[in-house]
């Protein structure tokens, strides 16, 4: 088989640069190793910024996000039950809008024409500096698609970053002593807007999915694990961690996803190594607290189907040469934003009372400064592309 590109994962990122090259008449074929339905019932991100709204309308499968997704004007800061709004709309006059991966993984799988295959075991790239090719494992067979690009959209724990050489590679990391436990539930959330919380006993974020599903995390120690965390012991801890009025708000219930993900950041760079591309989490990843993976992800492969396109278009190498700098330019700033929300929210046992003053001045600082609550909401909301 030949394809002009192969997308190796079908997460939000190989889903929507397929899309986008399919409705350009570039021709893309996806092998994913999880079936369809494993990919659907992964529990992740749920906050759109603008420009990944945009990018659903650009490929034809925004409608339902219209009609089912939240538009949040604003968030709620919290410190030792002390409660700041960002109003995003009188700030900057921006929005976000709270609609699960989940979903923008389902309407693009639907939108999709085109070939995907899942289940494709043993995905290996080939010969990516000269007549690259991928090959892949199903029904007992070895199967071959030659191409002429190769994007690599298959997470952080995927094959294609892994293909590169390691000389080739430069990798940033920081990996943080704790993880989030997350609760998703059949309730009416506690509050109209998601609450980021900073308690002595670590962060609680409140969070939604719908008017009647809620999802709710705590910060856990990295080590952890699940099963020491019955629905109650999780309800307990994170009332103690909001504001008495919101937990007594709280409504609880049983259970319907519980899971521990680590924090951590991670930049790769290059992000282009000859036919081959990197984009979202295979390239990089983000703690959760400022929103920002799953929209990195989206601005990335916004940046490689305009590249592509060109280059099959226009027979321009222009956009393919540019890639790697340009969105390393406006990933490193969603880490640097990413970071930031993390160091201010979470608690660090290593740094201790001094630790703990500097982040108290810092939420006081920002809750007493329009310019420090722009600059949040305007990272937030999303920085242009
Ligand atoms: P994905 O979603 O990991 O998809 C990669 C796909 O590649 C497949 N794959 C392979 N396929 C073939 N061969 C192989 N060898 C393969 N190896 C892997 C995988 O099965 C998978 O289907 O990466 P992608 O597409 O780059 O998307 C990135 C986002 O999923 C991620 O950044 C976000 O979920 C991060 N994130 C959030 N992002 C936001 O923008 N807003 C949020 O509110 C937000 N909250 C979150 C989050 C991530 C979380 N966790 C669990 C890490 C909250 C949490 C708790
Ligand atoms: C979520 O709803 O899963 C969510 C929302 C905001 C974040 C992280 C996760 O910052």
Not at 227 to 253: H, K, V, Y
Not at 351 to 358: L, V
Request: overall charge negative.
């Amino acid at each position: 088989m030949r394809s002009q590109v192969v997308i190796v994962g079908a997460g939000p990122a190989g889903l929507m640069l397929g899309r986008l090259l399919e409705l350009a008449g570039v021709d893309a074929v996806i092998l994913e190793r999880k079936s369809a339905d494993y990919v659907l019932g992964r529990i992740r991100a749920g906050v759109l910024e603008q420009g990944s709204m945009d990018l659903m309308d650009r490929a034809q499968a925004g409608q339902r996000m219209h009609q089912e997704g939240l538009i949040h004007q604003g968030v709620e800061l919290s410190f030792d039950g002390d409660g700041q709004r960002i109003d995003f709309a009188a700030l900057i006059g921006r929005h976000v809008m709270v609609y699960g991966q989940t979903e923008v993984t389902r309407d693009l799988m639907v939108a999709r024409q085109a070939t995907t295959i899942y289940e494709a075991e043993d995905v290996e790239l080939h010969d990516f500096d000269g007549n690259p090719f991928v090959t892949y494992r199903q029904g007992g067979l070895t199967h071959r698609i030659d191409c002429t690009f190769i994007a690599g959209c298959d997470g952080y724990h995927g094959v294609a970053r892994r293909s590169v050489p390691a000389a080739a590679l430069t990798t940033f990391e920081r990996v943080y002593p704790f993880g989030w436990l997350g609760v998703l539930v059949d309730r009416p959330p506690v509050a109209h807007e998601l609450i980021y919380a900073h308690h002595a006993r670590g962060f609680a974020l409140c969070s939604q999915r719908s008017p009647t599903r809620s999802r709710y995390y705590v910060q856990v120690p990295a080590d952890e694990k699940v099963e020491a965390w019955s629905d109650s012991r999780f309800w307990d801890e994170l009332r103690i961690r909001l504001n008495p009025a919101t937990a007594e708000a709280l409504q609880t219930g049983a259970s319907i996803e519980k899971s521990i993900a680590p924090l951590r950041s991670f930049v790769a760079e290059p992000l282009r190594f000859g036919r081959l591309f990197l984009a979202g989490d295979a390239a990089h990843i983000v703690p959760p607290t400022g929103a920002k993976g799953l929209n990195l992800a989206m601005s990335d492969v916004a940046a490689l189907a305009d590249a592509l396109i060109d280059f099959f278009g226009e027979h321009s190498v222009a956009g393919i040469d540019a890639y790697s700098a340009k969105v390393l330019s406006r990933i490193w700033k969603a880490e640097r934003f990413s970071w930031w929300m993390t160091s201010l929210l979470h608690t660090f046992p290593e740094t201790g009372a001094f630790g703990r003053r500097i982040q108290r001045a810092e939420f006081d600082y920002l809750a007493g400064s329009v310019a420090a609550q722009q600059s949040l909401a305007e990272n937030y909301t999303g920085l242009p592309t």
